[in-house]
């Protein structure tokens, strides 16, 4: 089956606007987690859901950052006023629900902000 | 709070030469240990995982690691390198975070280099 799918797969954006990252997840995978890759810093933990519980928001490096998901599938990272800073690669994971299960990840969309 | 250790952002051999990428982690309890490899420019995928049983793990491409509790590492190993085996090497560790979430918390990476 298909796996894990992001959109935009590149993203250039000015200092200040809103952005909006997708991520479609492999069918039947109740975690989804989205994760920041900085240039040597590693994938930064942002936001985690898991079914119809709250999402773990503990990542989020500032109220600009927020994330939803739609009817336990799609979710939707949007960025709002951009920084400089925010410029990584944003990657989306998705996973059984059980810890010990894999995480398969999507491609990333390059986020770059002028 | 859990963390995850990759001691070397870059490590280099030899075509043929032995490969050994260390991860070290700090952990209450015997998490779930795994290691993931990306390509260039491809999306990370799983090399291998520890979750119970044996603590020698195989995985993919001939890779394994070894879960030392003990010494609190999850190495990996490869006996001879190939030159498709260059990319960036993350190992990652769950463990129930405070809020009751099992969020897997990844190393920096490292970057191995096969030199022909």
């Known amino acids: 089956g298909a796996g894990v799918s992001q959109s935009p797969s590149n993203k250039v954006t000015e200092k200040g606007k809103d952005v909006e990252l997708r991520c479609d997840p492999i069918?039947?995978?109740?975690?989804l987690y989205w994760y920041r890759q900085s240039l040597g810093q590693g994938l930064e933990f942002l936001i985690y859901f898991q079914g119809n519980s709250a999402p773990d928001k503990s990542g989020l490096p500032s109220d600009r950052f927020s994330a939803e998901r739609t009817g336990g599938s799609v979710s939707t990272l949007t960025i709002q006023r951009t920084q400089q800073e925010d410029s990584a690669v944003y990657l989306c994971a998705s996973s059984q629900a059980l810890p010990q299960e894999t995480q398969y990840f999507g491609p990333g969309t390059r986020l770059l902000v002028l | 709070a859990q963390s995850v250790t990759q001691l070397g952002s870059h490590v280099s051999v030899s075509e043929g030469a032995l490969v050994l990428l260390r991860c070290n982690y700090s952990s209450s309890v015997p998490p779930y240990l795994f290691w993931y490899v990306q390509y260039p420019n491809q999306g990370l995928q799983l090399l291998l995982k520890y979750t119970t049983g044996a603590t020698l793990v195989k995985g993919i491409n001939g890779f394994e690691a070894e879960f030392k509790k003990s010494e609190t590492s999850f190495h990996l190993t490869k006996p001879s390198a190939h030159m498709s085996d260059a990319a960036e090497y993350f190992c990652?560790?769950?463990?129930?975070?405070?809020?009751?979430?099992?969020?897997?918390?990844f190393g920096r990476g490292t970057s191995l280099i096969v030199h022909p």
């Open positions: 069918s039947g995978h109740t975690a």
């Open positions: 990652a560790v769950s463990e129930r975070g405070a809020g009751g979430s099992y969020i897997p918390t």
